[in-house]
């Protein structure tokens, strides 16, 4: 069974419409650990975001936004105001302790393609 | 400036031939890791490191190796490439082990 599940393979919008990426965890550990990665075109691997399981405060930064809900085991990344350059590919990925490694685990990753 | 460097972003081969691709950081990172990124497949981890000398398997290990003998440098081993290895590799590397990773800029590797 996937610990990351990015359910939407392929988002696509019209610029300046607000997109939310879903994401849903699994876990049996209380500490763990959530992050968003970007790759867009070029193929690089941008870290965005990382969120510890004991801080559940939804974070904003400029149109990003994401909310952590652990009653959900969701992770969700909301863009507001799309524009073109947030065309990429966007992973979640879960760092668990379970084996005595956080080395992060990956979703499949939904690619968003926002026409102008 | 703070960086993962891969070598060689991309590499054609024969099946068989013994390969190797270097990942150095630059930052005093402990944590590395090598995932390869498959369509449809997202990445996946091969193998991770926590320290010098101290290695582990991830996901998908079969067919592939590391070494840990400095700090900054983690190859990945292809002792007997085989087509289903041709894929997107990248090398990762973090302060911590639930850190924000950051990753190279990938290795394209193609096996005939």
């Known amino acids: 069974a996937q610990k990351v599940t990015q359910a939407q393979t392929e988002i696509s919008v019209v610029e300046k419409e607000d997109v939310t990426l879903d994401c849903v965890y699994e876990t049996r550990d209380t500490t763990y650990y959530l992050f968003w990665y970007k790759q867009p075109p070029s193929g690089e691997l941008v870290f965005l975001i990382r969120r510890n399981s004991f801080d559940e405060q939804n974070e904003i930064s400029g149109r990003y936004s994401w909310n952590f809900q652990k009653s959900t085991s969701s992770f969700n990344f909301t863009i507001t105001a799309s524009q073109v350059v947030d065309s990429a590919v966007y992973f979640c990925a879960l760092s668990e302790g379970t084996g005595g490694s956080y080395i992060p685990t990956f979703g499949r990753g939904t690619s968003l393609i926002v026409h102008p | 400036e703070a960086q993962v460097t891969q070598n060689p972003r991309y590499l054609i081969t024969v099946t068989g031939k013994k390969l190797t691709v270097t990942c150095s950081q630059n930052m005093n990172h402990e944590y590395m890791s090598w995932y390869r990124q498959d369509p449809g497949l997202g990445l996946r981890q091969i193998y991770y490191?926590?320290?010098?000398?101290?290695?582990d398997k991830g996901d998908v290990p079969e067919g592939y190796k590391v070494s840990r003998k400095e700090k900054r440098n983690f190859p990945l081993i292809l002792e007997s490439p085989s087509p289903n290895q041709t894929s997107l590799y990248f090398c990762a590397s973090s302060y911590t082990a639930a850190g924000g990773y950051t990753f190279g800029s990938g290795t394209r590797l193609t096996v005939v």
């Open positions: 490191s926590m320290n010098v000398e101290v290695t």
